[in-house]
């Protein structure tokens, strides 16, 4: 018998931010501050302290946000030193205020959710102007040639683009704890630690060195079969898409789809509308789905409908690298 998916009890620990203070990830300092209420300081994340009770924790997106709540500066961390970007279209300050509660809830019902408009207009067109940069790309895929549809996409190479090299591990650590939790419901012994470097780490010692993330163009009459993402022994369970350009006015059609079959029914398609600059997560293979007797897994697969007009570019992030 499959192992029940378990909901954890607590907010806090529900709050991908816990994952990062536990782990003391100094990659998340400044994008929050958490407070304790017993001791009434707020620190930053990777403070070396000893780690509150998480009843008694808070998170605060701003210092002063912290200070106004009457909480003072820790003295080991110094929370009030801390030197980041202010700016609120800071790309880990987006990240961190998407509701992730309801992405969770969104992901374990329908094995996908929106996350919002993570992208400007202008960071679109500067991703998608990468597309003819040879430099910037480790292959090239023409899809048509392998069966896999029709059009192109290209991996990058590493060092990534300075906003794919942000994004990747701002939204890998808020998804590990929901990709933790899969993987117990569906009875998987892997788990992921809090930070994408470490998991990058693991993926590295096993042969899988090549960079994922991608960049995909259309034209018209271009379709992406369906598809999983696979590429090696470690796999992330969940990535991100991205579009980058306009619907309607860049292009007509080329909708994301997503299918999954369920033991003994039909396959279920989905279709995901997105805007220019917005993103969704969803399933890579499997996905759990409480029964009546537990847990069980549903197999999921994505590709993207037939281009009616126009140019579609669209950025992937994938959490695992390949062999």
């Given at each position: 018998m499959n192992a029940p998916m378990h909901r954890l009890e607590r907010p806090?620990?529900?709050?991908?931010?816990?994952?990062?203070?536990v782990a003391r990830d100094r990659s998340a300092d400044g994008t929050f501050f958490y407070s304790v209420s017993t001791t009434g300081v707020y620190c930053r994340p990777s403070c070396p302290a000893r780690h509150a009770k998480p009843i008694n924790v808070r998170f605060h997106r701003t210092r002063a946000e912290a200070e106004r709540a009457g909480f003072r500066?820790?003295?080991?961390?110094?929370?009030?030193?801390?030197?980041?970007d202010d700016q609120a279209d800071g790309i880990p300050a987006r990240v961190a205020a998407i509701d992730w509660a309801a992405v969770a809830a969104s992901l374990?019902?329908?094995?996908?959710?929106?996350?919002?408009?993570?992208?400007?207009?202008?960071?679109?067109?500067?991703?998608?102007?990468?597309?003819?940069?040879?430099?910037?790309?480790r292959s090239t895929i023409v899809m048509a040639r392998h069966g896999f549809g029709r059009g192109e996409y290209k991996y990058f190479s590493y060092p990534l683009p300075a906003i794919i090299a942000a994004l990747r591990p701002a939204l890998y650590r808020a998804l590990a704890p929901i990709a933790n939790r899969w993987h117990e419901a569906m009875g998987i012994a892997t788990r992921f630690p809090a930070a994408h470097a470490d998991f990058i780490k693991r993926c590295h010692e096993a042969g899988q060195e090549r960079p994922t993330p991608l960049l995909l163009r259309y034209h018209e009459g271009d379709y992406n079969c369906l598809h999983q993402d696979l590429y090696g022994e470690h796999v992330f369970p969940l990535q991100v898409v991205i579009l980058l350009s306009k619907p309607q006015t860049d292009f007509t059609g080329g909708e994301l789809v997503l299918t999954e079959q369920?033991?003994?029914m039909q396959s279920r398609a989905e279709v995901v509308a997105l805007e220019r600059g917005e993103a969704a997560v969803f399933a890579v293979h499997h996905r759990p789905v409480a029964g009546t007797r537990g847990s069980y897994r549903v197999n999921m697969r994505h590709g993207v409908s037939r281009l009616r007009s126009g140019?579609?570019?669209t950025a992937g992030i994938i959490f695992h690298d390949s062999k």
């Open positions: 806090t620990e529900q709050d991908p931010r816990w994952a990062a203070v500066p820790c003295k080991r961390c110094k929370p009030d030193q801390v030197e980041r374990d019902s329908d094995g996908y959710a929106p996350l919002g408009k993570l992208l400007s207009t202008s960071e679109c067109a500067e991703l998608a102007g990468l597309y003819e940069n040879g430099e910037r790309f369920r033991p003994r140019q579609r570019y």
